[in-house]
């Protein structure tokens, strides 16, 4: 066994003991009644980072197996959505976001396993994410639910591990085990020890100059004192099958070869063409009878619609009656614009100019109505402050505006623009969340 493969060996273990101890703390977290926001936050943050530690080793596991090295693209990409995942975590302390921003965690961490490994359908994000996600959810680590049994079997009964050994004549001689020298491991453990009387010293320290620290502590240590033997035991058998889902789903990017995701985009762009069976002419009506519609909604609606714009409110309407009026119905609008968009490209022609320009003022239309709403939005904002739902309105017209904006630079310039529309919505989020936090 050569040294990449025995440190291969050594991470998968090491894996094996972050699954227990993650799944366990990730019970408590949601089992246990945290009241500081604080709290909360620091132990979210903990998780994040143990996902992104568990993550790093797996990835470095992959690559001395040999059987995936990311790409310089890849790569950056997965450390975007670590990123994303450590700030989401640490916005959540102003609380008023936390339960969906816990939703995405959730997400951002299967992405980011599948963007680190190589299991995305394709080299980087897609259009294809929900087939990334089923992936990511279900295939992976459902068909590797019991690699942690196997893993720990494999840790029992290890294969004969050997090496081969240099000879002074120039002569290898394999089958020579390798020994470790006995204190090795005890040696490891007392830094540890040692180290971790330093970090709670550090945390003493900390709790002592600041009120609001010295209350996410005691909230810490009024949940460990409460912990008994029973609650302890009983978390830890609900965790097993949460660990068992990560595990498979970590692990299952090493054992699973990526030649399955290859091959199934292969699949999908191979049939793609044969999908393209709808008549142009059709397609075109459709599309003229849809921007038609919008010129006239536009038209006779141009006075009430677009007065936002001059802070001027219609008689009829308060500023909190004319920001909810409509604005959920536009948004609704530029969606059914998205789906109707995706229905051209994969059921017409990629080669129809007069397809291609009707779909740009599809777009175009579709940045006219976000850009409404979210002169709605900022003028009840103007009038009366920051709420956190205003403000995730006013994320969710830029993000729709955007998706506008990168589906006009795709159709013009052919260029993938899926990556960057997903990074500017994860982004902005991440900055909306700190905006809650410091403006409401």
């Not at 066994?1 to 366990?24: H, I, P, Q, V």
């Not at 840790?155 to 050994?165: F, K, L, M, N, Y």
């Not at 699949?267 to 919008?294: C, E, H, N, Q, W």
Request: one cysteine or more.
């Amino acid at each position: 066994m050569n040294t990449n493969t025995k440190r291969a060996e050594t991470l998968k273990k090491l894996c094996l003991g972050l699954s227990y101890a993650f799944s366990y703390a990730y019970i408590c977290f949601f089992t246990s009644y945290i009241r500081s926001h604080l709290a909360v936050t620091i132990f979210l943050s903990i998780l994040s980072c143990g996902a992104v530690l568990w993550l790093e080793l797996t990835m470095r596991q992959q690559q001395d197996l040999g059987k995936f090295s990311p790409s310089k693209m890849q790569l950056g990409e997965t450390r975007f959505w670590e990123v994303i995942l450590i700030l989401l975590s640490i916005s959540t302390f102003s609380g008023q976001m936390q339960g969906l921003s816990l939703f995405f965690i959730h997400l951002v961490v299967i992405y980011m396993v599948l963007s680190g490994t190589g299991h995305l359908l394709s080299d980087r994000s897609s259009c294809l994410i929900p087939a990334d996600l089923f992936n990511g959810c279900v295939r992976l680590p459902f068909m590797n639910f019991f690699a942690r049994i196997q893993t720990i079997g494999e840790c029992i009964h290890p294969s004969d591990e050997t090496v081969e050994v240099i000879l002074p004549d120039g002569t290898t001689v394999a089958g020579t085990k390798v020994k470790k020298k006995p204190g090795y491991s005890a040696a490891i453990l007392l830094v540890l020890v040692i180290i971790t009387g330093f970090f709670f010293a550090a945390v003493s320290n900390l709790a002592s100059v600041d009120s609001h620290f010295s209350d996410a502590t005691a909230s810490i240590e009024e949940f460990l004192s409460s912990v008994t033997f029973s609650d302890s035991l009983g978390k830890f058998i609900l965790s097993l099958p949460v660990g068992a889902f990560l595990f498979g789903l970590f692990q299952g990017s090493v054992r699973k070869e990526i030649s399955f995701e290859k091959h199934c985009r292969e699949k999908l762009v191979s049939a793609s063409p044969k999908l393209r069976f709808m008549p142009d002419m059709i397609l075109t009506l459709v599309l003229s009878l849809f921007g038609v519609l919008y010129v006239l909604f536009f038209i006779s609606q141009a006075s009430y619609m677009f007065s936002a714009f001059a802070g001027v409110l219609p008689e009829e309407f308060t500023a909190s009656e004319y920001a909810v009026s409509g604005f959920h119905e536009l948004i609704n609008v530029v969606l059914i614009n998205f789906a109707l968009l995706a229905i051209v490209r994969i059921f017409g022609s990629h080669e129809n100019k007069l397809l291609k320009i009707l779909s740009v003022i599809l777009m175009a239309e579709s940045m006219i109505f976000a850009t409404i709403s979210a002169s709605k939005i900022i003028l009840y904002i103007s009038r009366f402050g920051y709420t956190f739902s205003r403000t995730l309105g006013l994320w969710g017209t830029t993000v729709v505006f955007a998706g506008a904006v990168l589906a006009i630079f795709y159709l013009t310039k052919k260029k993938q623009t899926f990556a960057p529309w997903m990074w500017y919505s994860a982004g902005s989020y991440v900055v909306t969340a700190f905006i809650t936090w410091c403006f409401v």
